[in-house]
């Protein structure tokens, strides 16, 4: 009988309560994406330091492109530059940066994915070290469209 109530919870009763909800390790601000063409990226960088980068790779969807993180010394602060990206759409793609490709310890960088040059504050008290892969994930479906580790 408790076989059947559980089969009724997870089909009858709505996938909600057979979903896993990850949540973000660190409570932080969602950057809103600037979308800029390759000229804009350049002037939008000058001045900063390039500190990490690595190219996307296919996981449920194909993505590709290239990620790059900045450090401005004068503001210590560090911008996530998304360039020549693009993944398939999505339902409720967010933008992570985790410890590793399985979504540990993350926090949101922005809950808005673009194709193209895009370009997202990062919070200045990340530690890029601990946390070097770029995820684009599907919050609805608890999916990995693809990632990029930052080295």
């Known amino acids: 009988m408790i076989r059947y109530l559980v089969l009724w919870l997870c089909v009858g009763g709505g996938l909600t309560a ?25 002037n939008y960088t000058t001045g900063k330091k390039l500190i990490a980068m690595g190219s996307f790779q296919n996981a ?5 492109g290239i990620a790059k993180v ?24 967010r933008v992570y940066l985790a410890e590793d490709r399985a979504v540990t310890n993350f926090i949101q960088i922005s809950d808005k994915v673009q194709n193209g040059n895009v370009v997202y504050d990062i919070p200045s008290d990340i530690d890029l070290k601990k946390r070097n892969h770029v995820l684009i994930w599907c919050k609805s479906f608890s999916v990995l469209f693809g990632a990029a580790e930052l080295k």
């Open 18 to 42: 057979c979903t896993q909800e990850i949540t973000p390790a660190v409570n932080t601000p969602v950057s809103v994406p600037k979308t800029l063409d390759s000229m804009s990226t350049k």
């Open 60 to 64: 449920v969807h194909q993505t590709t």
């Open 70 to 93: 900045y450090a401005d010394s004068v503001q210590r602060s560090y911008t996530l530059v998304l360039e020549n990206f693009k993944t398939d759409a999505g339902p409720d793609l």
